[in-house]
């Protein structure tokens, strides 16, 4: 069985930071990639471009997915992974600054898990993390991983 790891997919290095210092703060000692565009997010999950040849089996536990990304936003990263056979399967929580409801409404008709705003209260942020990766590291269950291109 593979290690169960999360895949942050961020391009603010503070927010990544503070991500990294909550999960560390509460014991969560679980590997996280940090990928700062919604290519290389893309890349990363199907193997492609600077990640040609990673085994695509190995999947994260969990995406936790920002919208408001540089060159391919959150929703087209969420789409593009629903329409793959495999990743439809994929948990993504969707984890955003973003209070548009049309954000909202968009990320849950593409798939994605859950919705997550970011609180900007220090404390509250921590604890959300906390239980982020509780539940998608410990309690989850994840789908079988079959063939595929993810």
Same mark, same amino acid.
């Given at each position: 069985?593979?290690?169960?790891?999360?895949?942050?997919?961020?391009?603010?290095?503070?927010?990544?930071?503070?991500?990294?210092?909550?999960?560390?703060?509460?014991?969560?000692?679980?590997?996280?990639?940090?990928?700062?565009?919604?290519?290389?997010?893309?890349?990363?999950?199907?193997?492609?471009?600077?990640?040609?040849?990673?085994?695509?089996?190995?999947?994260?536990?969990?995406?936790?997915?920002?919208?408001?990304?540089?060159?391919?936003?959150?929703?087209?990263?969420? =789409?593009?992974?629903?329409?793959? =056979?495999?990743?439809?399967?994929?948990?993504?929580?969707?984890?955003?600054?973003?209070?548009?409801?049309?954000?909202?409404?968009?990320?849950?008709?593409?798939?994605?898990?859950?919705?997550?705003?970011?609180?900007?209260?220090?404390?509250?942020?921590?604890?959300?993390?906390?239980?982020?990766?509780?539940?998608?590291?410990?309690?989850?269950?994840?789908?079988?991983?079959?063939?595929?291109?993810?």
């Amino acid at each position: 069985m593979n290690e169960k790891f999360i895949l942050l997919v961020e391009d603010n290095p503070d927010d990544v930071k503070l991500t990294l210092y909550a999960l560390k703060e509460h014991n969560i000692a679980n590997r996280v990639v940090v990928v700062s565009d919604g290519v290389e997010a893309l890349d990363y999950l199907f193997g492609t471009g600077a990640y040609t040849g990673r085994d695509v089996s190995d999947r994260p536990a969990v995406v936790l997915l920002d919208l408001k990304l540089p060159r391919v936003d959150g929703l087209e990263v969420l =789409r593009r992974l629903r329409a793959d =056979r495999y990743g439809r399967r994929q948990p993504v929580v969707v984890l955003t600054n973003s209070k548009e409801e049309q954000d909202l409404v968009s990320s849950y008709d593409l798939g994605a898990n859950s919705y997550i705003l970011k609180p900007v209260d220090f404390d509250r942020f921590t604890e959300a993390v906390r239980h982020l990766g509780l539940y998608w590291l410990l309690l989850n269950e994840p789908p079988p991983t079959g063939s595929g291109t993810l």
